[in-house]
Protein backbone atom coordinates (compact mmCIF):
# COMPACT_ATOMS: atom_id res chain seq x y z
CA UNK A 1 0.00 0.00 0.00
CA UNK A 2 0.86 3.38 -0.83
CA UNK A 3 1.71 6.16 2.04
CA UNK A 4 -0.78 8.30 -0.05
CA UNK A 5 -3.57 5.56 0.04
CA UNK A 6 -3.09 5.29 4.09
CA UNK A 7 -2.99 8.69 5.21
CA UNK A 8 -6.57 8.32 2.92
CA UNK A 9 -7.74 5.69 4.80
CA UNK A 10 -6.82 7.27 8.34
CA UNK A 11 -9.01 9.84 7.25
CA UNK A 12 -11.88 8.29 6.00
CA UNK A 13 -11.57 6.56 9.54
CA UNK A 14 -11.94 9.76 11.91
CA UNK A 15 -14.88 10.97 9.73
CA UNK A 16 -17.00 7.74 9.48
CA UNK A 17 -16.09 7.44 13.93
CA UNK A 18 -17.09 11.12 14.48
CA UNK A 19 -19.57 11.97 12.00
CA UNK A 20 -18.01 15.04 10.72
CA UNK A 21 -18.71 16.77 7.28
CA UNK A 22 -14.84 18.08 6.79
CA UNK A 23 -11.67 17.99 8.60
CA UNK A 24 -10.34 21.43 7.34
CA UNK A 25 -11.59 24.56 6.58
CA UNK A 26 -12.25 24.98 2.71
CA UNK A 27 -11.19 28.02 1.93
CA UNK A 28 -9.93 29.73 5.91
CA UNK A 29 -12.63 31.76 7.86
CA UNK A 30 -13.02 35.48 7.41
CA UNK A 31 -11.17 37.88 9.92
CA UNK A 32 -12.01 38.34 13.30
CA UNK A 33 -13.54 41.50 13.84
CA UNK A 34 -11.66 44.62 15.84
CA UNK A 35 -13.67 45.80 18.47
CA UNK A 36 -11.58 48.71 19.27
CA UNK A 37 -11.41 49.39 15.33
CA UNK A 38 -12.94 52.84 16.48
CA UNK A 39 -12.06 53.15 20.50
CA UNK A 40 -10.99 56.74 21.19
CA UNK A 41 -8.51 56.52 24.41
CA UNK A 42 -8.50 59.29 27.21
CA UNK A 43 -5.37 58.98 30.08
CA UNK A 44 -4.79 59.94 33.53
CA UNK A 45 -1.78 60.04 35.21
CA UNK A 46 -2.97 60.42 39.18
CA UNK A 47 -4.82 56.33 39.13
CA UNK A 48 -7.52 57.70 37.48
CA UNK A 49 -8.77 60.44 39.38
CA UNK A 50 -9.12 62.26 36.24
CA UNK A 51 -8.64 61.92 32.24
CA UNK A 52 -7.51 63.37 29.21
CA UNK A 53 -7.47 62.47 25.72
CA UNK A 54 -4.27 64.13 25.43
CA UNK A 55 -1.54 60.97 25.59
CA UNK A 56 1.30 61.50 27.69
CA UNK A 57 4.85 62.03 27.07
CA UNK A 58 7.06 59.46 29.06
CA UNK A 59 9.99 61.03 29.81
CA UNK A 60 13.61 59.70 29.38
CA UNK A 61 15.03 58.05 32.64
CA UNK A 62 11.57 58.14 34.69
CA UNK A 63 8.98 55.53 35.83
CA UNK A 64 5.43 56.42 34.55
CA UNK A 65 2.02 54.26 36.09
CA UNK A 66 -0.64 55.59 33.53
CA UNK A 67 -4.05 54.21 33.18
CA UNK A 68 -5.41 54.04 30.00
CA UNK A 69 -9.11 53.58 29.02
CA UNK A 70 -11.95 53.22 26.25
CA UNK A 71 -15.97 52.45 25.62
CA UNK A 72 -16.88 50.33 22.45
CA UNK A 73 -20.17 48.99 21.58
CA UNK A 74 -21.34 45.58 20.87
CA UNK A 75 -24.42 44.85 19.29
CA UNK A 76 -24.39 41.41 19.39
CA UNK A 77 -22.66 38.81 21.48
CA UNK A 78 -24.06 35.26 20.16
CA UNK A 79 -21.45 32.68 18.52
CA UNK A 80 -18.44 34.48 20.14
CA UNK A 81 -15.82 32.30 21.37
CA UNK A 82 -12.96 33.97 22.92
CA UNK A 83 -11.57 37.83 22.39
CA UNK A 84 -7.57 38.20 21.98
CA UNK A 85 -6.36 41.37 23.10
CA UNK A 86 -2.76 42.59 21.50
CA UNK A 87 -2.11 45.88 23.62
CA UNK A 88 0.70 47.29 20.66
CA UNK A 89 3.01 48.69 23.86
CA UNK A 90 6.51 49.00 24.40
CA UNK A 91 8.02 46.16 24.87
CA UNK A 92 9.24 47.75 27.76
CA UNK A 93 6.11 47.58 29.76
CA UNK A 94 4.81 44.16 29.31
CA UNK A 95 5.65 43.31 32.81
CA UNK A 96 3.85 45.86 33.99
CA UNK A 97 0.47 45.56 32.26
CA UNK A 98 -2.90 44.47 33.87
CA UNK A 99 -6.27 44.96 31.85
CA UNK A 100 -9.87 45.43 32.86
CA UNK A 101 -12.77 44.24 30.82
CA UNK A 102 -15.99 45.86 32.62
CA UNK A 103 -14.54 45.81 35.55
CA UNK A 104 -12.93 42.23 35.51
CA UNK A 105 -9.45 41.99 35.06
CA UNK A 106 -8.26 40.11 32.32
CA UNK A 107 -6.06 37.14 33.54
CA UNK A 108 -2.63 36.13 31.05
CA UNK A 109 -3.34 32.42 29.87
CA UNK A 110 -0.46 30.91 32.21
CA UNK A 111 0.56 32.99 34.92
CA UNK A 112 3.87 34.35 35.33
CA UNK A 113 4.44 34.48 31.36
CA UNK A 114 4.51 38.06 29.23
CA UNK A 115 2.23 38.10 26.19
CA UNK A 116 2.37 40.36 22.89
CA UNK A 117 -1.51 38.84 22.49
CA UNK A 118 -3.61 37.81 25.38
CA UNK A 119 -5.20 34.83 24.13
CA UNK A 120 -8.75 32.82 24.90
CA UNK A 121 -9.96 35.73 26.86
CA UNK A 122 -13.89 34.08 27.76
CA UNK A 123 -16.87 36.05 25.50
CA UNK A 124 -18.91 36.16 28.38
CA UNK A 125 -16.83 39.08 29.59
CA UNK A 126 -18.79 41.35 26.57
CA UNK A 127 -22.16 42.63 27.18
CA UNK A 128 -24.38 43.58 24.41
CA UNK A 129 -24.24 47.58 24.38
CA UNK A 130 -21.41 49.51 25.57
CA UNK A 131 -18.75 48.01 27.08
CA UNK A 132 -15.20 49.48 29.06
CA UNK A 133 -11.72 48.64 28.45
CA UNK A 134 -8.92 49.85 31.19
CA UNK A 135 -5.13 49.43 31.06
CA UNK A 136 -3.09 49.99 33.89
CA UNK A 137 0.17 50.40 32.84
CA UNK A 138 3.86 51.35 34.04
CA UNK A 139 6.37 52.25 31.75
CA UNK A 140 10.08 52.38 32.50
CA UNK A 141 11.48 54.41 30.34
CA UNK A 142 15.24 53.59 31.35
CA UNK A 143 18.39 53.45 29.62
CA UNK A 144 20.26 49.86 29.41
CA UNK A 145 23.48 49.08 27.90
CA UNK A 146 21.57 48.55 24.51
CA UNK A 147 19.53 51.60 24.39
CA UNK A 148 19.98 54.85 25.39
CA UNK A 149 16.31 56.64 26.56
CA UNK A 150 14.38 59.13 25.10
CA UNK A 151 11.52 60.93 25.50
CA UNK A 152 8.75 59.54 23.50
CA UNK A 153 4.91 60.13 23.33
CA UNK A 154 2.45 56.96 24.40
CA UNK A 155 0.81 56.50 21.33
CA UNK A 156 -2.37 53.28 22.06
CA UNK A 157 -3.49 51.07 19.21
CA UNK A 158 -4.71 48.03 20.97
CA UNK A 159 -6.77 45.24 19.03
CA UNK A 160 -9.21 43.48 20.84
CA UNK A 161 -10.36 40.69 18.07
CA UNK A 162 -13.69 38.47 18.34
CA UNK A 163 -13.23 34.88 17.66
CA UNK A 164 -15.82 32.74 16.29
CA UNK A 165 -15.62 28.76 16.02
CA UNK A 166 -14.05 28.68 13.00
CA UNK A 167 -10.93 30.39 13.91
CA UNK A 168 -9.46 28.00 15.95
CA UNK A 169 -6.24 26.91 15.25
CA UNK A 170 -3.60 25.03 16.27
CA UNK A 171 -1.08 27.57 17.40
CA UNK A 172 1.91 25.26 18.58
CA UNK A 173 2.98 21.84 17.77
CA UNK A 174 2.63 19.12 17.21
CA UNK A 175 5.91 18.75 19.30
CA UNK A 176 6.82 15.07 19.78
CA UNK A 177 8.33 14.05 22.95
CA UNK A 178 9.58 10.82 24.89
CA UNK A 179 9.15 7.37 23.46
CA UNK A 180 9.77 3.77 24.28
CA UNK A 181 8.74 0.43 22.90
CA UNK A 182 5.33 1.03 22.62
CA UNK A 183 4.46 4.75 22.67
CA UNK A 184 5.23 7.79 21.82
CA UNK A 185 4.06 11.20 23.12
CA UNK A 186 3.29 13.99 21.42
CA UNK A 187 2.16 17.76 22.92
CA UNK A 188 0.53 21.07 20.99
CA UNK A 189 -1.21 23.95 21.77
CA UNK A 190 -4.14 25.77 20.31
CA UNK A 191 -5.59 29.68 20.30
CA UNK A 192 -8.86 29.00 22.35
CA UNK A 193 -9.91 26.07 24.50
CA UNK A 194 -11.06 23.29 22.26
CA UNK A 195 -11.43 19.44 22.21
CA UNK A 196 -8.40 17.55 20.29
CA UNK A 197 -7.98 14.49 19.43
CA UNK A 198 -5.43 12.07 18.10
CA UNK A 199 -5.26 8.99 15.87
CA UNK A 200 -2.81 7.16 14.73
CA UNK A 201 -2.21 4.36 12.23
CA UNK A 202 0.96 2.08 12.06
CA UNK A 203 2.67 1.77 8.46
CA UNK A 204 5.69 0.08 8.70
CA UNK A 205 5.75 -1.71 5.34
CA UNK A 206 3.09 -3.34 3.98
CA UNK A 207 1.66 -4.16 7.83
CA UNK A 208 -1.22 -1.75 8.43
CA UNK A 209 -2.75 -2.02 12.57
CA UNK A 210 -6.02 -0.60 13.02
CA UNK A 211 -6.83 2.84 13.61
CA UNK A 212 -6.63 4.24 17.20
CA UNK A 213 -8.20 7.44 18.68
CA UNK A 214 -6.53 9.24 21.96
CA UNK A 215 -8.58 11.97 23.33
CA UNK A 216 -7.25 15.06 25.61
CA UNK A 217 -9.52 17.12 27.76
CA UNK A 218 -11.12 20.76 26.33
CA UNK A 219 -8.12 23.14 27.49
CA UNK A 220 -5.44 25.33 25.27
CA UNK A 221 -2.49 22.83 26.24
CA UNK A 222 -2.73 19.41 24.83
CA UNK A 223 -0.53 16.31 26.12
CA UNK A 224 -0.76 12.80 24.35
CA UNK A 225 0.86 9.51 25.46
CA UNK A 226 0.06 7.43 22.87
CA UNK A 227 0.14 3.75 22.92
CA UNK A 228 0.87 1.60 19.49
CA UNK A 229 1.50 -1.63 18.39
CA UNK A 230 4.85 -2.31 17.67
CA UNK A 231 8.02 -0.03 16.42
CA UNK A 232 8.37 1.46 12.97
CA UNK A 233 6.49 4.05 11.49
CA UNK A 234 3.22 5.51 12.64
CA UNK A 235 1.10 7.88 11.18
CA UNK A 236 -0.62 10.00 13.29
CA UNK A 237 -3.04 13.15 12.95
CA UNK A 238 -4.49 15.82 15.75
CA UNK A 239 -7.79 16.80 14.98
CA UNK A 240 -9.40 20.14 16.71
CA UNK A 241 -12.77 20.33 17.43
CA UNK A 242 -15.18 23.30 18.79
CA UNK A 243 -18.88 22.09 18.73
CA UNK A 244 -19.40 19.01 16.59
CA UNK A 245 -16.98 20.08 13.83
CA UNK A 246 -13.36 19.87 13.43
CA UNK A 247 -12.25 23.08 12.84
CA UNK A 248 -8.31 22.28 11.87
CA UNK A 249 -6.28 19.65 11.37
CA UNK A 250 -2.52 18.67 11.23
CA UNK A 251 -0.34 15.69 11.08
CA UNK A 252 3.04 14.13 11.28
CA UNK A 253 5.21 10.80 11.38
CA UNK A 254 7.44 9.28 14.42
CA UNK A 255 9.48 6.25 13.33
CA UNK A 256 10.55 4.05 16.40
CA UNK A 257 13.60 2.25 16.22
CA UNK A 258 13.54 -1.11 15.15
CA UNK A 259 17.27 -2.80 15.65
CA UNK A 260 18.24 -3.43 18.75
CA UNK A 261 21.63 -2.22 19.79
CA UNK A 262 21.57 0.36 17.40
CA UNK A 263 20.73 3.98 17.69
CA UNK A 264 20.95 7.35 15.98
CA UNK A 265 20.98 10.57 17.88
CA UNK A 266 21.30 14.46 17.56
CA UNK A 267 22.76 16.49 20.05
CA UNK A 268 22.47 20.14 19.59
CA UNK A 269 21.34 23.27 22.01
CA UNK A 270 21.64 27.64 21.90
CA UNK A 271 19.35 27.89 18.72
CA UNK A 272 18.16 31.68 20.21
CA UNK A 273 17.66 34.89 18.87
CA UNK A 274 18.30 34.14 15.25
CA UNK A 275 15.38 31.81 13.83
CA UNK A 276 16.26 31.74 10.20
CA UNK A 277 19.72 30.24 11.28
CA UNK A 278 17.95 27.80 13.46
CA UNK A 279 15.52 26.64 10.94
CA UNK A 280 18.72 26.29 8.76
CA UNK A 281 20.14 23.93 11.12
CA UNK A 282 17.30 22.32 11.57
CA UNK A 283 16.22 21.55 8.02
CA UNK A 284 20.06 19.77 7.42
CA UNK A 285 19.22 17.33 10.52
CA UNK A 286 15.90 16.58 9.06
CA UNK A 287 17.74 15.20 6.45
CA UNK A 288 20.02 12.86 8.74
CA UNK A 289 16.33 10.96 9.97
CA UNK A 290 17.56 10.47 13.52
CA UNK A 291 15.53 8.50 15.73
CA UNK A 292 15.61 11.26 18.37
CA UNK A 293 17.20 14.66 19.01
CA UNK A 294 18.71 15.93 22.62
CA UNK A 295 18.43 19.81 22.67
CA UNK A 296 20.75 21.64 25.62
CA UNK A 297 18.78 24.48 26.03
CA UNK A 298 18.31 28.13 24.95
CA UNK A 299 15.73 27.99 22.98
CA UNK A 300 14.58 31.19 22.62
CA UNK A 301 16.57 34.36 24.02
CA UNK A 302 13.92 34.89 26.74
CA UNK A 303 11.41 32.20 27.89
CA UNK A 304 8.89 34.28 29.53
CA UNK A 305 8.18 36.12 26.89
CA UNK A 306 5.41 33.52 25.37
CA UNK A 307 5.41 35.07 22.02
CA UNK A 308 9.21 33.48 21.10
CA UNK A 309 8.24 30.28 21.72
CA UNK A 310 6.66 30.31 18.19
CA UNK A 311 8.30 32.96 16.74
CA UNK A 312 11.76 31.92 17.43
CA UNK A 313 11.75 28.35 18.30
CA UNK A 314 8.60 26.17 16.82
CA UNK A 315 7.76 28.21 14.11
CA UNK A 316 10.99 27.72 12.38
CA UNK A 317 10.98 24.33 12.34
CA UNK A 318 7.46 22.83 12.05
CA UNK A 319 8.57 19.64 10.53
CA UNK A 320 11.37 19.09 12.76
CA UNK A 321 8.96 18.76 15.30
CA UNK A 322 5.95 16.97 13.85
CA UNK A 323 8.45 14.18 12.85
CA UNK A 324 11.47 13.55 15.33
CA UNK A 325 11.17 13.19 18.86
CA UNK A 326 12.62 15.69 20.84
CA UNK A 327 14.30 15.63 24.23
CA UNK A 328 14.52 19.03 26.01
CA UNK A 329 17.43 19.87 28.59
CA UNK A 330 16.71 23.52 30.26
CA UNK A 331 18.87 26.16 29.56
CA UNK A 332 19.48 29.56 31.39
CA UNK A 333 17.43 31.63 28.85
CA UNK A 334 14.32 29.82 29.47
CA UNK A 335 14.51 30.96 32.88
CA UNK A 336 12.30 28.67 34.30
CA UNK A 337 9.43 29.69 31.83
CA UNK A 338 6.13 27.62 33.31
CA UNK A 339 4.88 26.68 29.58
CA UNK A 340 8.81 25.10 29.22
CA UNK A 341 7.25 21.66 30.86
CA UNK A 342 3.64 21.88 28.87
CA UNK A 343 5.17 21.90 25.89
CA UNK A 344 7.90 19.24 26.46
CA UNK A 345 7.55 15.35 27.08
CA UNK A 346 10.49 14.32 28.85
CA UNK A 347 10.91 10.56 29.94
CA UNK A 348 9.15 9.91 33.32
CA UNK A 349 5.85 9.98 35.09
CA UNK A 350 4.12 12.67 34.01
CA UNK A 351 6.68 13.51 31.39
CA UNK A 352 7.46 17.31 33.03
CA UNK A 353 10.59 16.34 35.25
CA UNK A 354 13.56 18.89 34.16
CA UNK A 355 16.06 16.14 35.34
CA UNK A 356 15.09 12.72 33.24
CA UNK A 357 16.78 10.00 32.03
CA UNK A 358 15.98 6.72 29.91
CA UNK A 359 17.59 3.70 28.19
CA UNK A 360 16.91 2.91 24.54
CA UNK A 361 18.27 0.26 22.54
CA UNK A 362 21.48 -0.33 25.27
CA UNK A 363 22.08 3.33 25.16
CA UNK A 364 21.69 5.48 28.44
CA UNK A 365 20.95 9.14 28.11
CA UNK A 366 20.60 11.22 30.82
CA UNK A 367 19.16 15.17 31.00
CA UNK A 368 19.27 17.45 33.55
CA UNK A 369 18.59 21.36 34.75
CA UNK A 370 22.37 21.73 35.37
CA UNK A 371 21.29 25.05 37.65
CA UNK A 372 20.31 22.83 40.21
CA UNK A 373 22.66 21.53 42.93
CA UNK A 374 24.07 17.76 42.16
CA UNK A 375 26.23 18.02 45.28
CA UNK A 376 26.49 14.55 46.93
CA UNK A 377 24.42 14.78 49.73
CA UNK A 378 21.65 16.60 48.00
CA UNK A 379 18.54 14.96 46.20
CA UNK A 380 19.55 15.10 42.69
CA UNK A 381 23.08 14.26 43.51
CA UNK A 382 21.49 10.67 45.02
CA UNK A 383 19.11 10.48 42.03
CA UNK A 384 21.82 10.47 39.57
CA UNK A 385 24.28 8.42 41.16
CA UNK A 386 21.49 5.73 41.27
CA UNK A 387 21.13 5.94 38.01
CA UNK A 388 24.39 5.44 36.90
CA UNK A 389 25.57 3.40 39.60
CA UNK A 390 22.32 0.99 38.34
CA UNK A 391 23.42 1.06 34.69
CA UNK A 392 24.61 -1.40 32.47
CA UNK A 393 24.16 0.38 29.19
CA UNK A 394 26.94 0.25 26.60
CA UNK A 395 27.40 4.01 26.30
CA UNK A 396 25.92 6.67 28.58
CA UNK A 397 25.72 10.23 27.30
CA UNK A 398 25.13 12.55 29.93
CA UNK A 399 23.35 16.65 28.80
CA UNK A 400 23.60 19.51 30.63
CA UNK A 401 22.86 23.02 29.26
CA UNK A 402 26.27 24.31 31.61
CA UNK A 403 30.04 22.59 30.26
CA UNK A 404 32.34 21.85 33.10
CA UNK A 405 35.32 22.99 30.75
CA UNK A 406 35.27 25.49 27.69
CA UNK A 407 37.50 27.55 25.57
CA UNK A 408 34.62 30.26 25.19
CA UNK A 409 32.90 33.20 27.38
CA UNK A 410 31.35 31.35 29.62
CA UNK A 411 34.26 29.58 31.22
CA UNK A 412 35.68 32.76 32.91
CA UNK A 413 38.00 32.41 35.70
CA UNK A 414 37.67 34.70 38.79
CA UNK A 415 40.79 37.10 39.67
CA UNK A 416 41.41 35.82 43.20
CA UNK A 417 40.27 32.19 43.64
CA UNK A 418 41.66 31.36 39.76
CA UNK A 419 38.05 29.02 39.50
CA UNK A 420 35.23 29.38 37.03
CA UNK A 421 33.12 32.43 37.96
CA UNK A 422 29.87 30.53 36.68
CA UNK A 423 28.18 28.51 40.03
CA UNK A 424 26.94 25.74 37.43
CA UNK A 425 30.36 25.93 35.10
CA UNK A 426 32.19 24.91 38.59
CA UNK A 427 29.78 22.02 39.78
CA UNK A 428 30.40 20.65 36.41
CA UNK A 429 34.28 20.27 37.34
CA UNK A 430 33.95 19.78 40.82
CA UNK A 431 30.40 17.45 40.92
CA UNK A 432 29.73 16.07 38.13
CA UNK A 433 32.68 15.44 35.76
CA UNK A 434 33.87 13.04 38.36
CA UNK A 435 30.89 11.11 38.92
CA UNK A 436 30.12 10.26 35.29
CA UNK A 437 34.38 9.62 34.75
CA UNK A 438 33.84 6.80 38.08
CA UNK A 439 31.10 5.35 36.44
CA UNK A 440 32.54 5.69 32.95
CA UNK A 441 30.09 7.51 30.86
CA UNK A 442 31.11 8.07 27.29
CA UNK A 443 30.28 11.98 27.09
CA UNK A 444 29.19 14.74 28.98
CA UNK A 445 27.53 17.04 25.88
CA UNK A 446 26.16 20.50 26.71
CA UNK A 447 25.47 23.96 25.36
CA UNK A 448 26.13 27.65 26.75
CA UNK A 449 28.97 28.62 24.92
CA UNK A 450 28.22 29.23 20.83
CA UNK A 451 30.69 27.20 19.43
CA UNK A 452 31.36 23.37 19.14
CA UNK A 453 34.59 22.19 21.48
CA UNK A 454 35.42 18.87 21.73
CA UNK A 455 37.98 18.24 24.84
CA UNK A 456 38.95 14.70 26.09
CA UNK A 457 39.16 15.06 30.46
CA UNK A 458 41.52 13.24 31.98
CA UNK A 459 40.28 9.66 32.74
CA UNK A 460 38.07 9.00 30.12
CA UNK A 461 35.58 11.25 29.58
CA UNK A 462 35.00 12.93 26.44
CA UNK A 463 33.28 16.60 27.18
CA UNK A 464 31.41 18.26 24.03
CA UNK A 465 29.84 22.01 23.52
CA UNK A 466 27.66 21.80 20.86
CA UNK A 467 25.73 25.19 20.95
CA UNK A 468 25.86 25.82 17.59
CA UNK A 469 22.17 25.66 16.44
CA UNK A 470 21.40 29.63 15.97
CA UNK A 471 22.43 31.68 18.16
CA UNK A 472 25.11 34.37 18.06
CA UNK A 473 28.53 32.15 17.42
CA UNK A 474 31.22 33.15 19.81
CA UNK A 475 35.33 32.81 19.94
CA UNK A 476 38.32 31.80 21.62
CA UNK A 477 38.88 33.82 24.61
CA UNK A 478 42.77 35.17 25.22
CA UNK A 479 43.35 32.76 27.54
CA UNK A 480 41.70 29.77 26.23
CA UNK A 481 44.41 27.22 27.35
CA UNK A 482 44.30 28.33 31.15
CA UNK A 483 40.59 28.03 30.85
CA UNK A 484 40.42 24.37 29.47
CA UNK A 485 43.39 22.39 29.21
CA UNK A 486 42.02 19.77 27.43
CA UNK A 487 40.64 20.83 24.40
CA UNK A 488 41.12 19.19 21.25
CA UNK A 489 39.02 20.37 18.14
CA UNK A 490 37.78 24.30 18.50
CA UNK A 491 34.89 25.62 15.72
CA UNK A 492 32.94 28.77 15.75
CA UNK A 493 30.46 27.71 13.05
CA UNK A 494 26.93 26.55 12.90
CA UNK A 495 26.64 22.67 13.82
CA UNK A 496 25.52 20.24 14.94
CA UNK A 497 26.28 16.48 16.06
CA UNK A 498 24.81 12.96 14.46
CA UNK A 499 25.64 9.98 17.12
CA UNK A 500 25.27 6.70 15.59
CA UNK A 501 25.62 3.60 17.38
CA UNK A 502 25.62 -0.03 15.72
CA UNK A 503 26.23 -2.61 18.52
CA UNK A 504 29.46 -1.99 19.95
CA UNK A 505 30.73 1.13 18.48
CA UNK A 506 29.40 5.06 18.77
CA UNK A 507 30.47 7.07 15.75
CA UNK A 508 30.07 11.05 16.61
CA UNK A 509 30.32 13.24 13.69
CA UNK A 510 29.91 17.36 13.76
CA UNK A 511 28.09 18.40 10.51
CA UNK A 512 27.42 22.18 9.29
CA UNK A 513 24.45 22.63 7.71
CA UNK A 514 25.64 22.20 4.58
CA UNK A 515 27.27 19.12 5.04
CA UNK A 516 30.87 19.30 6.14
CA UNK A 517 32.24 17.45 8.83
CA UNK A 518 33.99 19.41 11.64
CA UNK A 519 35.22 16.53 14.02
CA UNK A 520 34.60 13.44 14.30
CA UNK A 521 35.08 10.87 17.43
CA UNK A 522 34.88 6.86 17.83
CA UNK A 523 34.40 5.14 21.22
CA UNK A 524 33.85 1.34 22.28
CA UNK A 525 30.95 0.09 24.55
CA UNK A 526 32.08 0.83 28.55
CA UNK A 527 31.99 -2.54 29.28
CA UNK A 528 34.87 -3.79 26.82
Known amino acids: MTRKFLVGLLAMFFV ?8 TRPSGPSEPTD ?57 RSRHYLKFFLNDKQIAPQMEGMNYKTYRAIDAKMLKAGKNVLTAKITLKNLSSRHLKAKDYQ ?18 TGPILGAFGKDYFTVTCRTNMPSRVMLGTIRTSGSRVGSPTIFKCPAGLIHRFHVKVNGTGSHDYQI ?51 PDLIVFSGDMVA ?162 VISGGAGAPLRKKVENAKKQNPYSKVFFSTLHYCLFEIKGDTCTMKAFTPDGKVIDARTWKARNQ
Not at 154 to 171: F, S, T
Request: negative net charge; glycine residues 8%; proline residues 5%.
Open 16 to 23: SVFARAQT
Open 35 to 91: LLAEAKWSYSLDEGETFSSDSPTIKAETTANITARTEFDVADTAGLVVLELTPNLPT
Open 239 to 289: DASYGKRVRCTVSGQVKLPTVENNLRFVAMGDSRTHPKDWAKVAGAVIETK
Open 302 to 463: YGLNDWEWDEQFFGPAKKLFATIPFYAVIGNHEHDAPLYPELFYTPGKDGRSKNWSQEINGVLLIGIDGNEDFSAGSENGKWLEKILDGSNAKFIFFFSHYPAWTSSNHGWLDKDTGRPGEKAVRQGQDVLVPLLTKYKATAFICGHDHVYERSELPGGLTH
Open 154 to 171: LDIAMRLAALKPEHLKIQ
